[in-house]
């Protein structure tokens, strides 16, 4: 398996708007930005799985990351849910 230099390059820069996002949650001043910043978290790691799947041939990536999406938008949900109010 031969990944190209363009492969590597795009997954140093998710590597680095991870950490900014990760920064972003610790050192957020307020709930929302918090959540928004888990949510860009986890879109960058399905994005990565996508990625890493069309790279190496491997559609066992892409149904992780089909499954990981679907449990990352319904957990916004339940934040955004609780960060309303609504959590009775």
């Given at each position: 398996m031969n990944l190209s230099f363009e492969f590597y390059l795009i997954v140093g820069a998710f590597i680095?708007?991870?950490i900014i996002s990760v920064l972003r949650?610790?050192?957020g001043p307020t709930a929302p930005d918090r959540a928004v910043a888990l949510d860009t978290i986890n879109t960058l790691?399905?994005?990565s799985m996508v990625g890493l799947?069309?790279?190496t041939w491997e559609?066992?990536?892409i149904d992780i990351a089909i499954v990981y999406a679907i449990l990352s938008f319904v957990t916004t949900?339940?934040?955004a849910k609780y960060?309303?109010?609504g959590g009775d």
């Open positions: 680095i708007f991870i949650l610790f050192l790691v399905v994005a799947g069309a790279a559609t066992l990536f949900l339940f934040i960060l309303e109010g």
